[in-house]
């Protein structure tokens, strides 16, 4: 159902790689609610080729950029402002990476040249994006940016390993950058944090499974869908938010804020 919350507003979404993508449901969504969208991707992820199905869908150009390379976000800005016909009011930021985690090293025992790898790609990311972003003048007055985030950022969940750390850097940016994007331009930084959803990046946890059963015993509303997330990302990027920033806002069910549920209590006994 659509109310045209994004009528003729214009956004970039980076990271939808398949359908079970929470970049990919977002799309869908502010696609549905009258904006025009650009894709973007790690050109490695472009050769699975499913993002431009996505495009077609949507009929959304799909420029490729690695996060962690200034150029191509420097060309990704420029080539969106040129296919737009002017500025950008919204930009989802949903990437995420980790070697370590890939490879199995746990938080103990970390190769330190991927955990840089991981923050480079994981958080740092969000900072040249808003950089470039601020120095082309790209985002229109009462903009919203936002970044996809996980609670280990404030409590520990040994398995998320060091993106716990990323988590917790990209939060600050945005709190950082939202600052001075707000005083010059109006524009609102935010992050998201989701509760555990069934994607390519998130089954890539050790022990996610588990976690997920958990996670939703222990959330009062359970845990939050990715086609929720969008929703929510929806409301972010619409009119209707214009004075929420520089927030880390929980999307999940009331986990964050609850100490130990029925739920729990009773999966525990049956064990
Ligand atoms: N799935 C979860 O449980 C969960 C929970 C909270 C937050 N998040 C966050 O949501 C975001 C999206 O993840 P997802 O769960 O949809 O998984 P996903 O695997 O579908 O998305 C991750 C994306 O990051 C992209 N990416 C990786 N390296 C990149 C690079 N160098 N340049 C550009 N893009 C790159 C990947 O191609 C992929 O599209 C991530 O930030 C993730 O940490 C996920």
């Known amino acids: 159902m659509s109310n045209n919350l994004l009528k003729g507003?214009?956004?970039i979404i980076f990271g939808a790689l398949n359908e079970h993508s929470l970049a990919w449901k977002t799309a869908v969504k502010c696609h549905e609610q009258g904006a025009s969208i650009v894709l973007t991707n790690a050109p490695i992820a472009m050769r699975f080729g499913e993002i431009n199905q996505l495009g077609e869908q949507i009929n959304a150009p799909i420029i490729p950029a690695d996060v962690t390379n200034m150029e191509d976000i420097e060309n990704l800005i420029?080539?969106?402002?040129?296919?737009?016909?002017g500025k950008i009011?919204?930009?989802?930021?949903?990437?995420?990476?980790?070697?370590n985690v890939r490879k199995g090293n746990v938080y103990s025992n970390l190769n330190h040249e991927w955990m840089l790898k991981t923050l480079d790609i994981s958080a740092v990311s969000l900072h040249r994006v808003c950089q470039v972003a601020?120095?082309?003048d790209a985002m229109n007055d009462w903009g919203s940016i936002v970044a996809l985030s996980y609670i280990a950022a404030q409590r520990v969940f040994p398995d998320y390993n060091e993106m716990a750390d990323a988590k917790a850097l990209l939060e600050s940016i945005a709190r950082s950058f939202g600052y001075h994007f707000g005083v010059r331009n109006k524009v609102r930084v935010n992050t998201i944090s989701q509760?555990?959803?069934?994607?390519?990046?998130g089954s890539g946890v050790k022990g996610f499974d588990g976690f997920l059963v958990y996670a939703d015993k222990m959330s009062p509303l359970g845990n939050a869908s990715a086609d929720s997330c969008a929703d929510y990302c929806v409301s972010m990027f619409s009119d209707l938010s214009r004075y929420v920033t520089m927030q880390n806002l929980f999307h999940d069910g009331g986990f964050s804020f609850t100490g130990v549920s029925h739920g729990v209590i009773d999966?525990?006994?049956?064990m």
């Not at 509760?195 to 990046?201: D, G, I, K, R, Y």
């Open 134 to 136: 601020y120095e082309k």
């Open 195 to 201: 509760s555990p959803t069934m994607t390519t990046a």
């Open 9 to 11: 507003k214009k956004g």
């Open 89 to 99: 009011d919204f930009i989802l930021h949903s990437v995420g990476m980790s070697i």
């Open 78 to 85: 420029t080539k969106s402002m040129e296919h737009f016909g």
């Open 267 to 270: 999966m525990m006994k049956e």
